[in-house]
């Protein structure tokens, strides 16, 4: 029975290699097929036994035997014809189905899609904006791309094509397409952003580039009108500063002459004044002469450390000589305007390496600002100590205060927060600026606290050996911001505590704000 089986086996592969070879497709196709053609031959020789046997049972044997027989050909066929057709129906549908993905791909992706081969030639066209493209541009086919790109920018679309070449998988370029002489946007150049994709095979080489193409245009316009306000600005910027310049230069003269002739008429040395009023007058004009000649020489600094050109002169000196040396000058003003001025040095303060005359001009700016915003009754401090390497000079105050919105703007050149109260102080809104300059200078930080009513507290923290400047020798082209954005670590940008004088932490009523 197994050699029956086996035979007719065997006579069933080669009628069905023959048959499926007329019918076409590929060799993969084919024994897929033939698979299907042997099971059904191993499941119709076992009918062939048990179909007859079973009609034996309902009719005679000589009916029952080519009956049976009969419904397993015809079985055999039926089923072999229907299993056929569905296996290629499936393949078909499946080959369709995966065209039908790519041709979305190509249709639905923005921009302009171009199929490139490894040379750089393109192969395809499409992409959901291929219209609006193909409308100015000239056929991209073969070496219609390549011939359109800016002749600059040609090198750049050839770098990143070697990029895939030697392994990358995808990359970018920025590319300038040739627009026909009369376009209109009128313009002469399309500024195009490609995206290459790179598509290899099993081994790792490349068949081809998938180029995404999108226009930049307005946002290159854009660029280049944000880098010309830029340098507009900075034109502007080194035009005042140059302005600020020259007019300081051109007040200090006349200014000398005024100071010095005034200190020749109060010394009375060609002659006795007439009466006390001319003696008062002539003493308002030398007050007014030095207090302009101060604005002068604060907007001469301010000019140099916005241009990057003022110069620290390091040296090491002793911080309470020039702590009590601005508490003497500033006493006297304190004390007729009826405010107590006290200083508070850390015991044994060794001494600091830093600009002498810049410490001092920050330290007279903030005692002055607080004498001029106390009222009669209150108190200011001027504390130094060093700590952990750092020096912290400290200006504390009971005078107005500040309100916590405008803490922020404290420091811009040329402004003062203006109140009820402040409406009736002078100044030019110089003063804290130029402090944060010479701080930044030093490597600084600058923190104030301050609350309406109560007082306000101003701290500076320098390293005390210098080493926040840079070294002598480093050449540093890059200006001081004006008002400077300072380093604030975090340690520094939280509470004020209370500690120890000699520890250097004084009484930090209000949380600090690194201005």
């Not at 209370?498 to 250097?504: F, T, V």
Request: hydrophobic share 45%; aromatic share 6%.
């Amino acid at each position: 029975m197994s050699k029956i089986v086996d035979r007719a086996t065997a006579l069933v592969d080669r009628a069905a290699d023959r048959w499926l070879s007329r019918t076409g497709g590929s060799a993969s196709v084919r024994q897929r097929e033939l698979m299907i053609l042997r099971r059904l031959a191993l499941l119709s020789s076992a009918a062939l036994v048990a179909a007859p046997v079973a009609l034996s049972f309902v009719t005679s044997p000589a009916v029952a035997l080519p009956a049976g027989v009969a419904a397993v050909f015809a079985g055999f066929l039926f089923s072999a014809v229907g299993s056929i057709a569905l296996s290629r129906q499936s393949i078909t549908t499946s080959g369709v189905a995966t065209q039908s993905a790519e041709e979305f791909f190509m249709e639905a992706s923005a921009g302009l899609i171009l199929f490139l081969d490894p040379q750089g030639l393109v192969t395809n066209v499409g992409g959901r904006d291929k219209r609006d493209y193909l409308v100015w541009m000239r056929t991209p086919d073969g070496k219609g791309l390549i011939d359109q790109i800016h002749i600059s920018d040609r090198i750049l679309f050839l770098q990143a094509l070697d990029q895939l070449r030697q392994g990358d998988d995808q990359a970018t370029v920025d590319l300038r397409l040739e627009r026909p002489a009369v376009s209109p946007e009128n313009r002469q150049f399309a500024h195009l952003r490609t995206d290459l994709t790179a598509r290899r095979d099993s081994d790792g080489a490349l068949l081809s580039v998938v180029a995404q193409l999108r226009d930049v245009s307005v946002e290159h316009q854009l660029r280049v009108e944000a880098q010309n306000h830029a340098v507009e600005a900075q034109s502007a910027n080194d035009a005042k500063s140059r302005f600020l310049a020259a007019v300081s230069h051109e007040l200090r003269t006349p200014l000398n002459a005024i100071l010095g002739f005034s200190d020749i008429l109060l010394g009375e040395y060609f002659g006795k004044l007439a009466n006390e009023r001319q003696r008062e007058y002539v003493s308002l004009v030398r007050d007014s002469g030095g207090h302009l000649l101060s604005v002068v020489n604060t907007m001469l600094d301010m000019s140099k450390i916005e241009a990057g050109r003022y110069e620290l002169m390091l040296e090491p000196f002793d911080i309470s000589t020039v702590v009590r040396s601005c508490e003497a000058m500033l006493g006297l003003q304190a004390k007729t305007k009826g405010v107590s001025l006290t200083s508070r040095i850390q015991r044994g303060l060794d001494e600091v390496v830093a600009d002498q005359r810049a410490i001092q001009q920050i330290l007279i700016n903030l005692v002055g600002n607080a004498v001029k915003f106390t009222d009669a009754g209150g108190a200011i401090s001027l504390d130094a100590s060093v700590r952990d390497g750092i020096l912290k000079l400290c200006v504390s105050d009971t005078g107005i205060g500040i309100p916590a919105d405008k803490l922020q703007l404290l420091g811009q050149p040329f402004l003062q927060i203006q109140n009820d109260y402040t409406r009736r102080f002078e100044g030019t809104g110089l003063g804290l600026s130029l402090v944060k300059g010479l701080v930044a200078l030093h490597g600084g930080d600058f923190a104030i606290a301050s609350t309406p009513g109560a007082g306000t507290i101003i701290t500076i923290s320098i390293a005390a050996d210098g080493s926040g400047v840079p070294e002598v020798g480093v050449e540093n082209n890059n200006p001081v911001e004006f008002p400077p954005r300072l380093r604030t670590s975090p340690a520094t940008a939280g509470t004020l505590e209370a500690g120890n004088l000699e520890e250097g932490l004084f009484d930090g009523r209000e949380q600090a704000k690194i201005a």
